[in-house]
């Protein structure tokens, strides 16, 4: 005879777990210590809508297309939200234009010119930040890219690779952003200035179809907007 | 017990031996949850009262031998092991390789050197009276010693007559401390004193930074500064990272932009020249009124040449007084290819001092 099911013709009830129990049983790594926070606008293009820590972004686009600035977007809202970034290989960032896209720069190590010891320092940052954009400028090795994902990886944070083109990081990516054109408006021959930019992205998600996406980093009011996209589910 | 793991090639520096140290530390640990840091390479368990556990000391020692074999030998360190009571006598014990009987200390102590004690006022005197043993001394009289060596002489004699453990200055009391440093402890996810204080968070990146100075050098991790008086749309303020900038980061108001926005994302420290053209190719200045010259075509840097689609300025820079002469203006300037430059004139010739990446 069994203690517990001695009355198997009523129907067993469960007693209420008493609340204090409930709290301690929740999941014990909750949803928002799996990725990192983006900016609302940029949320919509990425896949769960948000960075996942230990993951490895990389954004591609020519030099002066706009693609650090939309790294920097991406990591704008961590940012500002108390998240310790990293930049490594930005020879001369504009601490302005930083700001400007929403950086908190009181939680912002550079690593300007980190010359041939990038990997170590690389490595060596993933242990104290939780995001970390790298600027490389050359085609990454195998090795050195297998170590940095798995680094990212174990120290759970997400990892943003900047390039001019996207083979330079030779693996494949959980999220890649490439930048297809750039366009600036508001100058014009003389007159007016600088005002907005749109891009027009490949946003390639791990598992998911390639979609084209419209970007204004930044727009006329200074914010990030997603002009429109194609093929994002039910959008 | 000690064990003492020694760098055999003494080549590594202090960060790496500590992490060895520190690794060395955890398998212990798996066998012996009691086995605590003395000082760097060194570190003490209480065997006699575990060693019936593992079948007795050798066995022990066996067994922790062979769990640190393939750590040590990694890194080329040796490792040495000894038993005796007390934290004092089992250090020597371990430098001598000494497994000292239960009850034997006394006798193993009397037989150390005077020098062990790493006294060398005492040693000094000793030797000059005669006394060359932990022995000879301890078996001078307490009040003796007092009167002629002073207090921490007494301390000593106590110690090498085995009537107090441990000798001060065998430890190292910031062991723990510099083992916690080079551990980094798991990502915080909830922020504790954002405003104000520092977060678990903030430690750790602060930690790594420094970590990254001492590998790298000092200017190899940098911070924005909020420096007055410093036009940040034209020169990047980035200094070395350092623990105390920190209140001045912390402080700092939002970033100036006396240029419209946005600002250009990079800032070339050292600013290239180039000249300006018209369609013509002549070259484009700016005339007394701050207009220019003539409208703009192309600009070359170096050897390449951008067509120029879009333009906006000059726009004035005007500085402090003092330094009028050097009135600047700046001009955005967007390439037929579609990226966007700053360029700023200082009365003799045009520079590229920004882009808009």
Known sequence: MFAFSDDANQPRRRPPVPSALRDLARPVVAAAARTLPVTQSLSSILPRGALRRGSVSVVSGSQGSGAISLALALAAEASAQGHWCGVVGISDPGATAMSEVGMDLRRVLFTPEPSKRWLEVTAELLDGVELLIVRVQAAVAFSAARRLSARARERRAALIIVTEHRQYWPLPADLGLSIRSSTWMGIGRGDGHLRSRRLELEVAARGEHLRLVSVWVPSQDGAILVAHGHGHGDA | ?357
């Open chain 2, 1 to 357: 017990m000690v064990l003492w793991i020694r760098d055999a090639r003494s080549k590594s520096n202090d960060v790496a031996a500590l992490r060895i140290f520190a690794e060395a530390l955890s398998i212990v640990g798996q066998r012996c949850p009691f086995v605590e840091p003395v000082r760097l390479g060194v570190m003490a368990l209480p065997v006699r009262s575990v060693a019936r556990f593992f079948g007795g000391e050798l066995a022990i020692c066996d067994l922790l031998r062979d769990d640190l074999a393939e750590l040590l030998e990694h890194h080329a360190m040796e490792l040495h092991i000894g038993i005796a009571d007390g934290l004092f006598a089992a250090v020597l014990a371990a430098s001598h390789e000494e497994l000292v009987a239960a009850g034997e200390t006394p006798s193993f102590l009397a037989r150390q050197a005077i020098e062990r004690l790493h006294r060398p006022e005492i040693a000094e005197l000793c030797q000059r009276l005669g006394i060359r043993t932990l022995g000879a001394f301890a078996m001078l009289d307490e009040d003796r010693v007092l009167e002629r060596f002073g207090l921490d002489a007494v301390h000593c004699h106590r110690v090498a007559r085995g009537v107090e453990p441990e000798l001060v200055g065998v430890r190292d009391p910031d062991i723990i401390k510099r083992l916690h440093l080079l551990e980094a402890p798991e990502i915080a996810t909830t922020q504790v004193g954002f405003f104000g204080g520092t977060s678990a968070r903030d430690e750790r990146a602060q930690r790594i930074a420094i970590r990254l100075q001492s590998h790298f050098g000092a200017s190899s991790v940098q911070v924005a500064l909020d420096k007055p008086g410093r036009d940040p749309a034209e020169r990047a303020i980035f200094d070395a990272f350092a623990v105390e900038q920190q209140t001045v980061l912390h402080d700092s108001a939002p970033w100036p932009a006396r240029l419209p926005t946005p600002s250009p994302m990079t800032i070339f420290t050292r600013p290239r020249d180039i000249q300006l053209f018209d369609e013509f190719d002549q070259a484009i200045g700016i005339d007394g009124a701050g207009l220019l010259s003539a409208t703009p075509a192309v600009y070359r840097d170096g050897g390449s040449r951008y067509g120029i689609a879009a333009w906006a300025g000059p726009w004035p820079v005007t500085g402090p007084w003092w330094r009028q002469q050097q009135r600047k203006n700046r001009l955005q300037i967007l390439t037929s290819s579609g990226c966007a430059v700053l360029a700023s004139h200082d009365g003799r010739g045009w520079q590229l001092v920004g882009r808009y990446d």
